[in-house]
């Protein structure tokens, strides 16, 4: 069993930044990969961003590239994500996930996730 904790969501006027964590506990050395997603009222769960556990190749959605960065720190099993220039269409309830088998492609389509975090909520202001 994984528990995956998110924290680091807040209030932020358009072009700030916010740092997101992700504590993940129990079995996370199997992990395939990790990865963010959001959902902004009324709409779907969209991809964000993911990163393989161990090699620590990333890929991100088309909306975040160039803005957001994906990381891990494999010590502390806490995934982050740095968010810059942030946009009011990023405001979303963030949730972490986790991979243990797939591939990172069908991550990011939402297929093959096993656990997901709590969400935490993000809002940019304009």
């Known amino acids: 069993q994984v528990q995956l904790v998110e924290s680091g969501g807040g209030l932020v006027q358009a072009g700030g930044s916010l740092r997101l964590s992700c504590a993940a506990s129990?079995?996370?050395?199997?992990?395939?990969?990790m990865g963010w997603f959001r959902q902004a009222p009324g709409k779907e769960r969209e991809f964000v961003a993911a990163?393989?556990?161990?090699?620590?190749?990333?890929y991100y959605g088309d909306s975040v590239k160039g803005r957001f960065t994906i990381s891990r720190d494999k010590a502390k099993n806490t995934l982050y994500l740095q968010m810059n220039s942030l946009k009011p269409e990023d405001t979303a309830v963030y949730y972490c996930?986790?991979?243990?088998?797939?591939?990172?492609?069908?991550?990011?389509?939402?297929?093959?996730?096993?656990?997901w975090g709590q969400g935490t909520q993000v809002t940019v202001s304009s």
């Open positions: 996930a986790a991979a243990f088998g797939g591939t990172v492609q069908a991550m990011s389509m939402m297929r093959g996730i096993n656990y």
């Open positions: 129990g079995r996370t050395f199997g992990a395939l990969a």
């Open positions: 990163i393989t556990w161990n090699v620590g190749s990333t």
